[in-house]
């Protein structure tokens, strides 16, 4: 058998359609299976396997398919002989493909798969497919059948095929865990069940076992061992009679050699049982004679021995049974009656005590606990009776004492003291009826919970001031209680299901004191508050109210109060306070009897107030963390990561179903494709936009980043590690093993989370077996060192703490005992290493058990006294320490091939991270790699477990902060072959624990073919090598950038909220994100870029500016800073501005009163040719980009706020320096005067409904300037006049006043026109830039809804034959969908209606009211690269020197809004080209078989006016955007080629150019998969 995942990456298995199964789950929805029909030996040495799949409808359903020679786990392509398939297969690229048929009768459908047994095949494996893009995978992988391990697995699979023949009735479970196979069968065996387990292990392994209701909650526990049956195979048999025949049997498997759990993918193994009649179970033999233990001599009490002698005579039929213990002497008598068992318990003794009691089966787990206190008799003697119904009786009564005086338990030895109860004939008929009962109860409660729960999400979505949710203990119910507004008051609205058998439930509560308070003060002394009738106080600070009846087996209550509104601490949206902060509250049942709360163990607290609360998705989780850590009495580390195990938990069931990445191998992150890129239609590496897919990333980031800061924060010691409480050092290390190997599952199963994760697992300890040791070891040394046990001594008050509460401080406090005993008892010293660790007097005294003495120098050898403390800080450092490498390392021994233990302790031994100079730092630097490198393969490899996991993340994430460390060490490093040694290998790092991020893949891919080469500047020469380099490193900053920034989004703002609400040192809170990414690749690798920025500008002789639009004369405004420039693009600034700004993308318009824009950074400048730098120019702004970020931060540092004047100067340098501010008219931006005023005389009256005599179509022939813009015209009116070698698409157009005639056509008159002219009518001269959004936005969804008219779709296809007629070649006519045709042309007239021509033709003192809009229509090329060209040189004004930028793929990514830069080249005529810049863009568009839409309006015709981007260009179908990977470039990896097709490009444009009569053109073309080259469009140079 093999496991099998569902979507959420959890084991997932079902009932075997036969035994013989070699897989069988359920993934997204559906089942697959895959059964073993026949073995080698059965049909001629061919193995028969039958691939299932149900759930999957009758649509065509593909199983892709490969086989692995060398391995199971490797894809090929097999040949007939090896492997086939019915039906039979076809061969596609890498794979084979099968057709599954129809679905059987039972919905099921089959594909057989036949492997002939001695070929060498190791292994099957498949995914489904279901066209078009819809693939099936067993979680993060492929379906894998191991042929390898089916043999292996044959001894197990004939004894499950014998037990199944033997039994066929029986139920049947497989599984395969960690290399373990699991097979349970379990039959009716007439009121009992019969369990037999076979299980296929070299270990020897032992079942703990316990049945469990529907909860799947343990009801007891047992342990078998299994005894070898045959080879590896093991078997036990269990029988469960009556009670314990529950719905499921619940086990787990342990290798005590290892001491190891294995679990079903985390979780226990769940076996559901069949049903079982347990009124067939034999009744019980009647109990034999009971014959006391012979009795214990009494030695204290004659009186206490006749009250013993007294009871027996009075009840001579009772069971007896006596114990000593914690130097008394107790006795229990047991009687039994038709209706209850009476248990009377005597203890001599003085002190005053309660007995513990509750039920027990034969496995003497205690079924409930109950405590009633022993009442005095004469003497010392005590006595208790405790009753216990007929219903309820079982086989042992479990109890403890307690002695309250002095917190002291007494039980028998380590176990409870257990008594056998006698057995009454009545009590079989009792228990079954009210078994009975309780079923009937079961079931009606069930049908009340499954509707309450289904509509919280209602009443969640009601509850717009505050939410909270609460899970009752045991089965009592669930609670959720809303807060939201009606009118002027709060309405609160409690609901609950509770369950039947509590009857009216009675809540008992106060009002919270404050938002963050859990004290409560009395609710009827609250003015403001309406409560429900019935409120009735019954203490200082509580009130008791019955819940009403709210129909459907829901209890509840409503509450009403006032509230006001006011403003938050940091200013943001207004928040409703409401007259009290909440309620905190129990609840008992009908009876009184019974009180319950929510499963975590507190009161249940339901805060009304929205102040101090999380705004912001997983408020939920942030409320939790925030009301544990601020109003929970007890707190500690254990209980902490027990929390966080429940999110985690509680998150995985929330995000089931979500879509996940699959898991690539290590071979595939890290492999390099050198082969020349051939173009496609669909990207060879496409970039993953789908929205459902980031915004599932986004959740799942924000999830794992609160649990991150939380879990940070309590490393830091910024939460408490004890408070109120105690936790043995064993449990502590049991629960971090518990935690840490949880973060090791997740880690593997969801590749989105894995920083995260890693982050959260290096903030918790390392747990391992030796908890315990630290209580017992520390006993050792007192003794062996005659340290005396005395109260109030240092070292005594140390045990005591560790006794009740070890916590990672220990570590400091025993270096500094060391630290004491080595320097003869120097106090200062001790001090001094206690400071070091961040331990003071306060902190010592601020523990549970709390040191407040200094320590001594006891009376013993010195020597072996440190000795055995520098052992015990070993086991200290075991438990609490999970970061030390050396440490790591030996811990995880087990865990790591040899040669990679030997390169780690090679680490171990390089004295740290100190070196003196900088080749000892990049050698040890480079030895870190090595092993981190080896590390990522393991860890990236689909076998590695997840014990394996953890071991190796903490060695992973030790040796990264040391990599760290030196790189911050190694400010000095100018050698350019060493830092790009150091940005490769740390790229390897993050790539190979952010598998997601596809971009850092193909940057490490191009640094490792490319970097090397350029480093020694033997790449084409030192000039170009130094371009690439910094194409390349602008690149991976911009990438590192985007993910740092995301961090400090993801963290920052929980980092404050957590820390306000836990009052944390603002220092703390500063530093916070800083802090977590100075020990990261992340930092690292922006400091390597940071050394190799000014190195590279120095060798390709780089001025520190790019002047994108030069000015002539100075220009003077107010220096202000912003992010984006895109955020503000419509924004007017009534001061002249010289802006700083971060990322400008090239689409946007410079806002009005700007004169200047000064970019920070290479990796956040727009292209030279992008619409923005063109409009920049037209108006005179000045644009230019910083190369050096130093510049950029004295810039920020010196002129903030201040005036400035910025001169460009002719060596390509800015000079900006203060000036004084002007006063008056002069301090105004004379253009936003200008063009208020111009506004202001404006008539507004935009042309809806006259078509202007317009045709719905014309061909290039028809076109004029009466009736299309240039674009057009220009192609019509360029195309004869170019050489032949010069191409231009097939074209016709829509020609103004079309979009006017479709409005006024029948189909769009009424439902369109009208509602559009009434929007339109609202945009007035004065209309700020706000409103006229809020108008275009209406707008917009008015022209979307338009329908096409029938004329117009048979105008155009008419025009298009014609066009082809006669050219030759109906290329138009093919590419014609009307439909997508018509969503296309809808695009192109609703960007009319947007805030970016309406700012740009305001500044330009035109009107937006006279835009008319031609649509050309052409067939899309497919491009292979684009470019535009400026005939004259931007920069030089030189007429001979014509300047361009090439990108590959389709031009949007040039003059649109996409990250990075063009290749940029100027050339002179009858001259080479001269590269400027190599490529840095993130993506290249793919074009489709398809038409394209272009703009075409009058107001890009504008003379003297830019209009280039204003509106938008729409293709019929969406282009594929692939990463782009430059080292499969020829643009950049062939000089010749590249020489070569630049040029061809320049004579393009001259070419262009003489066609317009020798006019500067502004050009745009591209070259497609032929190398042809097409111009798509000209237009004259602005």
Known sequence: PLLTKTAAGQAAWGALSSPRAAMIGRAGGHAVSVDVVSEPEDIGGWTALEVSAEGFGDDDLIMHWGVGKQHAGEWALPVETQAKTTPASTHVQGACQALFPASDAQGVRKVKVEIKGDCGVKGFQFVLHRKPNDWLKNGNSNFLVNLDKMQGTKAFRDL??????????????????????????????GGSCNIRALVNSEADLVLQYGPARADRRWLSSTRLELKKVQGTVSEGTVALSGEQCQQFLMFVLHDASTNQWLKDGGRDFAMELPSVDVSKAPSPKASEEFKPAPRLERTNSIRFSKFVKEAVDEDSEATVQEWRAGGMEIVALASA?????????????????????????????????????????????????????????????????????????????????????????????????????????????????????????????????????????????????????????????????????????????????????????????????????????????????????????????????????????????????????????????????????????????????????????????????????????????????????????????????????????????????????????????????????????????????????????????????ERNTCTQPRMLAGTTNQITSRMAELWKAHLRCRMWIRWTLATMGRGGNAGQQIRDEILVIMHAHDIKEIHGTYYEQWHQKLH????????????????????????????????????????????????????????????????????????????????DLQLAVDHAKWALPGDLQGKLQAICDMNGTKFSSLDEGHGKFMKIHEARQQILSILNSREVQPNQIKELLIIDYS??????????????????????????????????????????????????????????????????????????????????????????????????????????????????????????????????????????REIAHLPPWQMISPVDKPVQGEFQLIDKMMHIQDKVFETPTVLLSGAVSGEEEVPDGVVGVLVRSAKEAPDILSHCAVRARNFGVLLATCFDPKISEQLEHDFKGKWVEVRCKPNGTLEIEAKPRPTGDAAKATNVAEDQARADNTKVKMNLSDPLGCSWCIRPDQMDKVQVGSKSLNLALLQPKLPKD????????????????????????????????????????????????????????????????????????????????EQGEERLKELFVPRDAWDAIKGVWSSLFAIRPWVSLAKAGRSFHDLNMAVLVQELVE???????????????????LYGEVVAGRGETLVGN????????????????????????????????????RSDSNGEDLEGFAGAGLFESVCAEEDKPGIQRIHRMPLVTDHAYRAKLLKRIAETGWAVEKAFDGMPQDIEGCVDVRERVFVVQSRPQV
Request: hydrophobic content about 40%; charged content about 25%; glycine content about 6%.
């Open 959 to 1096: 040796c990264e902060t040391q990599q760290s460390v030196l790189i911050q060490g190694m400010g000095a490093e100018a050698r350019l072959v060493q830092l790009g040694d150091q940005l490769s290998c740390l790229l390897t790092s993050l790539v190979g624990h952010l598998p997601t991020e596809d971009e850092l893949q193909a940057i490490l891919a191009d640094w490792n073919t490319l970097g090397g080469a350029a480093a020694q500047q033997k790449w084409n020469g030192p000039t170009e090598s130094a371009l690439l380099l910094k194409a390349m490193a602008d690149r991976t900053s911009r990438v590192v950038g985007e993910l740092c920034d995301k961090c400090q989004q993801l963290m920052g703002p929980k980092a404050a909220f957590l820390g306000e609400q836990i009052e944390a040192p603002k220092r703390n809170i500063d530093v916070f994100v800083d802090e977590v990414l100075r020990g990261t690749s992340l930092i690292a690798v922006s400091l390597v870029l940071q050394r190799l920025e000014p190195v590279l």
């Open 337 to 721: 009656s038709e209706t209850e068992c009476i248990v009377h318990v005597l203890a001599d003794t003085k002190a005053e005590m309660t007995v513990q009691y509750g039920c027990a089966g034969a496995d003497r787990a205690w079924k409930f606990s109950k405590r009633i206190p022993l009442a005095n008799l004469p003497g010392s003697a005590h006595e208790a009776f405790v009753s216990i119904p007929a219903s309820e009786v079982d086989k042992y009564l479990m109890f403890v004492l307690h002695e309250g005086a002095v917190n002291r338990w007494i039980k028998d030895g380590n176990n409870d003291f257990c008594l056998e109860l006698p057995r009454h004939e009545e009590w079989d008929r009792v228990q079954r009826e009210a078994e009975a009962r309780k079923k009937a109860e079961a079931e009606k409660a069930l049908e009340g919970r499954g509707p309450f729960l289904s509509k919280r999400k209602e009443r969640e979505a009601k509850a717009a001031v505050s939410w909270s949710v609460f899970d009752l203990e045991g089965d009592c119910g669930d609670v959720d209680v809303a807060c939201y507004s009606e009118g002027a008051k709060l309405k609160v609205e409690l609901r609950a299901w509770l369950h039947p058998r509590l009857g009216k439930c009675t809540l008992h509560f106060g009002a919270l004191q404050g938002s963050r308070s859990g004290d409560w003060k009395p609710p009827l002394e609250q003015k403001g508050v309406e409560w429900p009738a019935g409120v009735q106080a019954v203490d200082a600070k509580a009130c008791q109210v019955q819940l009403q009846d709210m129909g459907g087996h829901v209890q509840g209550l409503d509450i009403a109060m006032t509230a006001t509104t006011k403003k938050s601490d940091n200013g943001s949206d207004p928040v409703i306070e409401p007259a009290i902060a909440g309620i905190s509250f129990v609840m008992k049942d009908e009876t009184g009897n019974e009180w319950f709360k929510p499963r975590s163990g507190g009161n249940a607290n339901a805060r009304f107030s929205s102040i101090g609360r999380w705004k912001g998705e997983w408020a939920h989780v942030a409320d939790k963390i925030v009301e544990q850590e601020v109003t929970w009495e007890q707190m500690s580390l254990k209980r902490r990561y027990e929390n966080c195990l429940d999110f985690v938990d509680s998150w995985e069931k929330e995000s089931e179903g979500m879509a996940m990445r699959k898991m690539r191998s290590w071979n595939t992150l890290m492999h390099v494709d050198n082969r020349e890129a051939v173009w496609s239609r669909m990207p060879s590496m496409p970039l993953f936009e789908v929205p459902e897919e980031e915004d599932i990333k986004a959740s799942k980031e924000g999830f794992w980043s609160w649990i991150f800061v939380w879990q940070r924060f309590s490393f830091q010691r910024l939460l408490t590690w």
């Open 804 to 883: 009740n509460n070890t916590t990672p401080e220990d570590i400091g406090i025993c270096r500094a005992i060391i630290k004491y005993l080595q320097t003869d008892g120097n106090m200062s010293e001790y001090w001094k290493v206690l400071g070091d660790h961040g331990i003071d007097k306060e902190r010592l005294a601020s523990y549970s058990r709390p040191i407040t003495t200094e320590p001594n120098l006891p009376n013993t050898d010195r020597n072996r006294l440190i000795k055995d403390f520098e052992r015990y800080l070993g086991i200290l450092r075991s438990v609490h320490d999970a970061l």
């Open 1423 to 1441: 491009a292979k690269y684009a470019f535009v060209l400026h005939t004259v040189n931007p920069f030089t004004h030189d007429k001979d020197e």
């Open 160 to 189: 499950m095929n014998k037990a199944t023949a033997a039994e066929p009735t029986a139920k049947q479970h497989v599984w395969s865990c960690s290399g373990v196979d699991v097979g349970v069968l379990a039959s009716d065996a």
């Open 1458 to 1493: 996409f990250p990075g830069r063009a290749l940029s080249f100027s050339v002179k005529r009858g001259g080479e080209p001269k590269v400027i810049s190599f490529p840095s863009k993130s993506v290249a568009l793919h074009t489709q078989h398809c038409l394209i839409f």
């Open 1286 to 1365: 010069i191409l231009t698409p097939q074209a016709v157009a829509l020609p103004y006043g079309c979009m006017q005639k479709a409005l006024i056509d029948a189909t769009n008159k009424d439902s369109v026109l009208k509602e559009l002219e009434k929007v339109l009518s609202k945009l007035q001269p004065k209309t700020s830039n706000e409103e006229a959004q809020f108008v275009f936005e209406q707008a917009q969804l008015l022209i979307q809804s338009m329908k096409m008219p029938e004329s117009l779709k048979t105008d155009m296809l008419a025009a298009m034959v014609k066009v082809g007629a």
